[in-house]
């Protein structure tokens, strides 16, 4: 079978990559149409996959014009490339990501060939304009978002979404069709997020908290570094891994600086998926510290996932999606946007680590039930039934 994926992110965009390598692990072939960085060139292979960089984003939006200005260039670039590669290869099916869902659209011609076309909502787009640019629900900018989501969701031959919240709200607002719309949790990677052994032992001193991700301002970041002021009058050696786009952390450093923490802070850019579990091995607390709000509070984080799968105890934001899936039993939870509770939740894992122990292997049950390889097989059977396949991708 024949993909191409398609999404206004790096290539180094987890899920994005799940998908890629299951389909190449069953002998298929994948290309991926995707953001460039610095230095990066047009075109490269890896690991048995082409993929094509079309546009080196700006992470400093301001304004709702000039973030959409980005995504009308990823579109064309997108459009055509897109076009061009399936009267080469012939793709069974394209696989496009949001954010836009117009971006969708790139896929006309090849859909008009034959391709099926799979689109993947990884965020709502009228919540997360509403909450990233302060934006009221009956603005019309957000209707015309939600109008632009309903046609998407027609144009495709499936969609696919992240939690069971976002696809009950889909399917009332814009699937319509409850067959036609599927979750696949954005669970890590088995072969990649094992548990460390409970052997393993740090050969150094000190309190080590860890964030990686998406360093937005609805991401949180800043409410850590609001806390360590508090932590570090009461853990001896405390010292926060941050871990993501270099872009971003400017903000963060210069908070930093302002709160005089910039001594037991270490940044370091986003690595590769492959590269990230053990960089994370010897952390003692993971930290997922999303804001609330119409978007971000019904986000469900995959970096907090990833620090479940490695055994690694963690402290979660009480948004609503993450009470949904999560628990007291295998997490600590915090007031959104509040240092002081989230200092506090750290302490209890730095007084107790028997409490970190317990918690971190209860919540090892979470995967039994969400498994990646439950919903990788959900995915093959998507794509079989698009593709009138019976046998296995």
Known sequence: MKLCMVSYSE???SRVLRYTYSIVRRGGTVDMICLGKKGQSFHTVKNGIRKYHIYRRRYDEKSPLSYLNGLLIFFVRSAYLCTVLHFKYRYDVIHFHNIPDFGLFCTLIPKWMGARVILDIHDLVPEFYMQKFNIGPRNPVIRLLIGIEGLSCRYADHVITVTELWRERLIRRSVH????????????DPDIFRPRPSRLRRHRSGFFLSYH????ELAGTDTVIRALPLLRKRIPGVRLQIMGHAEKMLPLRRLAERLNVEDCIDFRKSVHIQKLAPLLRNI?????????GVYSGETLSVKAMEYLALGIPLVVSATPVAKQYFDDS????????????LAEQIMKLFVNPALGKQLAERALNFFATHHWNRYRENYFGILNRLTDHGQPV
């Open 177 to 188: 069709d409850e067959r036609k719309c599927s979750v696949v949790l954005n669970v890590p």
């Open 11 to 13: 290539d180094n965009d």
């Open 213 to 216: 991700g998406n360093l937005s």
């Open 284 to 292: 003692d607390v993971g930290i997922d510290p999303k804001k609330n």
């Open 330 to 341: 295998m997490v600590l939870f915090f007031e959104p946007d509040d240092e002081t509770d």
